[in-house]
């Protein structure tokens, strides 16, 4: 017996599924826009599904890049260090990116990432994404400017964030895509809306480039000052009137061979001559508590700060069964496992508020020998260029690379006497607060996130001053897209 076919929805069923009633709608539009569900004028496709082995960081003619989340970033697609590649059997005609695609993050272990879009530029027949991400792929008669927009607004985020909090889902399946709600105004005015709201954002990034070449002059400069400073530039007058001072009783042998000139009064000596070097051990989660003494795992040891924004803890009792691995104020902790990444080293130094706290496994915490050694003088130096390039030469691995402790140890170090260290300190801090200020009065002076926001706003609203009232309604245009589907 022959299946009975499908019967096929009149428009007006179509229509009904696909406007938004009036008591759902979450503001008012202009009359010739519709409220749309997402899923009536778009396609949602899932990701590519491969195994491990399949797995490759080689471009070539037969392989596909793979966008995952960490390749999503401000609405963008970028290249990372980690990129992968699987075979082009692998990914379905369909899941080849085309311009105006939208990619999101729909599965993760974060509710900061969930939903993170990211907007196609250009149709690319070597380029798909993974499993975890799901793409929007605008209908025909959907300006696919317009339509990425929308995926960069409040409107988008505030629902996306309602889904992750009322379910506490770290997944986003496609009923919650589809049933998601939209502006929509008629072609022409889509076109409008997306040339000037797309002209306002460009002045954005314009300003926002500004102030990342700020930062990097002043990452530069920052360089700049520590290369004089551990080469005795910044404190030669100081010498020349302090010359009766000594050196830290700590080392009596100076090193053979010198990485570069430094003052006659200073000398070489080993890390491991200044520094007691500890790590951690492994806690099982087992033993994680949700109150109790911080544990100071790899991942809280960030660029020049330490970062308590994924927090585990142990009970407090393991202060006293874990005294060795206790932490104190001024400790310096650097990571053992990948220190550097974006040619930055991960190191830091710990304050009151980040006490007390337990060392974890793969995080080196150094600690002066001796009350002659300025905690913030080493600090210094180890957030240095020329520290960061001995951590590089003596990296071990390929894939995940480390440092263990007897390379960190034999890692040169200028000694200064304890006056001088203070001199340097005092020098350099006065150099970056003014540096620090001036930067920081740039970096205030807009908040790019609610200036992006507030256009995006106007523009889901029609109040861009780009409406034609007399133009013809997008119920029109939505009958179109539906009866093309």
């Not at 200044?274 to 033993?287: D, H, I, N, Y």
Request: net charge neutral.
């Amino acid at each position: 017996m022959s299946k009975a076919k499908k019967k096929q929805k009149t428009m007006e069923e179509l229509l009904e599924e696909a406007l938004v009633p009036e008591e759902e709608q979450p503001y008012k539009v202009p009359e010739n826009w519709v409220w749309v569900r997402l899923g009536s004028i778009s396609e949602i496709i899932r990701g590519v599904s491969y195994k491990k082995h399949q797995v490759t960081t080689d471009l070539n003619d037969s392989n596909a890049f793979i966008i995952r989340g960490g390749n999503i970033q401000d609405g963008k697609i970028v290249n990372q260090k980690d990129n992968v590649y699987v075979p082009k059997e692998l990914v379905r005609n369909e899941q080849f990116i085309r311009k105006g695609d939208v990619v999101i993050v729909s599965s993760t272990g974060s509710s900061k990432v969930i939903g993170k879009p990211g907007i196609i530029k250009e149709d690319d027949e070597d380029t798909s994404f993974g499993a975890f991400i799901t793409m929007i792929r605008p209908n025909e008669g959907i300006h696919y400017s317009y339509f990425g927009m929308y995926f960069l607004s409040h409107l988008y985020r505030e629902k996306i964030v309602s889904l992750a909090k009322g379910s506490n889902i770290n997944n986003i399946k496609k009923e919650h895509l589809t049933q998601l709600t939209m502006p929509v105004p008629n072609v022409n005015e889509q076109i409008r809306i997306a040339d000037k709201a797309g002209r306002l954002l460009y002045k954005i990034d314009e300003a926002k480039r500004f102030i990342e070449e700020a930062k990097e002059t002043f990452e530069l400069r920052r360089a700049a000052i520590l290369d004089k400073a551990f080469r005795g530039e910044l404190t030669e007058e100081w010498r020349k009137e302090n010359p009766e001072v000594r050196l830290p009783r700590i080392s009596d042998s100076a090193l053979a061979e010198a990485p570069y000139d430094i003052p006659s009064e200073w000398k070489w000596v080993r890390l491991g001559d200044v520094c007691s070097l500890l790590s951690g051990k492994g806690f099982k989660k087992a033993e994680y508590t949700d109150e109790g003494v911080k544990l100071l795992k790899i991942q809280n040891v960030s660029y020049r700060k330490i970062d308590w924004s994924d927090v585990s803890c142990l009970p407090d009792h393991y202060l006293e069964t874990e005294a060795k691995l206790v932490l104190h104020p001024q400790d310096i902790l650097i990571a053992l496992n990948r220190p550097i990444t974006n040619n930055k080293l991960k190191v830091g130094m710990l304050k009151d508020e980040d006490t007390p706290a337990i060392l974890y496994q793969r995080v080196g915490c150094l600690r002066p020998v001796s009350e002659e050694l300025d905690p913030s003088f080493l600090y210094l130096l180890f957030t240095s260029g020329y520290f960061l390039n001995e951590i590089q030469k003596r990296l071990l691995g390929s894939d995940q690379p480390y440092i263990n402790m007897p390379q960190l140890k034999e890692i040169p170090i200028p000694l200064v006497s304890y006056p001088e260290q203070k001199a340097i300190v005092e020098s350099v801090h006065t150099f970056l607060k003014k540096e620090q200020k001036a930067l920081g009065r740039v970096e205030s002076s807009i908040d790019f996130e609610s200036l992006q926001s507030s256009i995006l706003s106007q523009a889901f609203r029609g109040e861009l001053g780009t409406n034609e009232p007399a133009e013809e309604s997008a119920i029109e245009l939505l009958k179109k897209v539906l009866q093309n589907r």
